[in-house]
Structures are given as structure tokens and as C-alpha cells.
């Protein structure tokens, strides 16, 4: 992995748009410097962070989505670029990034819960420094009818290193997660009141558990296998 410069960040923490009149308009330009100079941090070849810090919610609540933890954001930013992101574009060409990094207003705002772990949420410390992070994107070749849904992900859980892969039975954008301890569990959303199963697992407990251990190499995933047997939950094992 190439080492790109980091960035200088001096305070931390979210901003409300528009600044505070009281921050006066010195700190209000070196704040907006700041979060420049973040946001143009390079985290791969193809990608900058940028790509990662809008969110409609944050936007709708006039939050700037500025993290309280930046190293631990370009840390996660780069863990998905390198192992995830950039894979998939030289595999499939383009994609949009239809939500990256959440910051923690917005993600209280919608879930009060203290014992929520949204990985959207970059810098949350589920795992301490490592990185835990979630990515959702919508891949053009798929939106365009030229590889199936179900091909793109089955691609993406043999061929790189996930924790979640989520697909959506009426749409086609991927939620990708990764993690320390990878649950490798790919499954698929649906609307039980369209007549749609509500959930339907490819790789859960029964690939890890029943299936995985007889297949030959040739048709196992690249990565594994799973830190909890397919299980969604960790119990205990972070």
C-alpha cells in the first residue's frame, strides 16, 4: 500500500453550517481550511476522501459530517479503498459512492441507542483503532444490465476481504462492511408486503458451517472462513 501524506488537523470534533457568528470569522476560514485539506486527503490511487464525507442526513440536519477522529477515518477510508474499493473498479469500472462516513450527531440523531455500532460511523472505536467500516455504492455495470446482482456480489464475497455484504431485492446498491474479525455473511433484503422474503442469506450459518467445509479450494472464497461460524453476531469474539 503506498503511503500518502496526511493531513494537519488541529482541532477536532463536528461543525454546525454555518459556523457559529461568536467562532468569529478567523476561526470560521481556518476551520474551513481544515476540513479542506481533510477532505482532500488521498486514501488510493483513485480515490480522496471527499468521496466519503457527504451524507444527506448530515446535510439535512446542517452538519458538516466533520470527524471527530480523523486518523481513525483515513485509517478506515483507506482499509476500504485498498482491499475493497479499488479492486472492484478495475474489476467492474465504475461506481458512485452513495454513503460513506457518517458522523456521530446525525447517527444519534437518527438511533439514541448507546449500544449501536453503526460502522458508518468510522470512527466509532466498535473495535478500538482497527478499522470497522461501512460503505454503500450503487455499480454502474449493474445498473446498466451488463452483470447481474447476484454475479457482482458473489464476486465480491469470493474474491475480497468482507465482513457484510447486503443487497437490496429491488435495487441495486451493495452496503459493504469490513471488520477485524470478518463474519463473511452475504444476504439479501426484501419487502415481506410485496410478497418478498424479508431475508435471504447466501452465505450465512449454513455455507460456514455445512457447505464451506467440503468444498474443494477451487470454490472456496479467497477469504476465510468465518470468525463466527456465519453467525451476524459476534458473541463475545471481538
Known sequence: MKNYPLPQISSQGNLSLPCPLSHGKKSRRKRVEEYEALARTRL???FILRDFLFSTESASLGLSNFPERPDLVIAAGRALCENVLEPTLTRFGRFAIIFGYQCR?????EDSS???SNPHMWDRRTFGDQPFARVDILPFCVEDGEVSRYDFAHWMMHEL???LLMQFKRSNVYCITISPLPRRVWLEWGRPSLGEKRQQVFMGLDYWRKLYPSLPDSQRPKFGPSCTGGSMQWRGNK
Open 114 to 116: 448507546p449500544r449501536t
Open 44 to 46: 488510493s490511487k483513485n
Open 105 to 109: 450527531v446525525a447517527i444519534d440523531a
Open 161 to 163: 476481504d468482507l465482513d
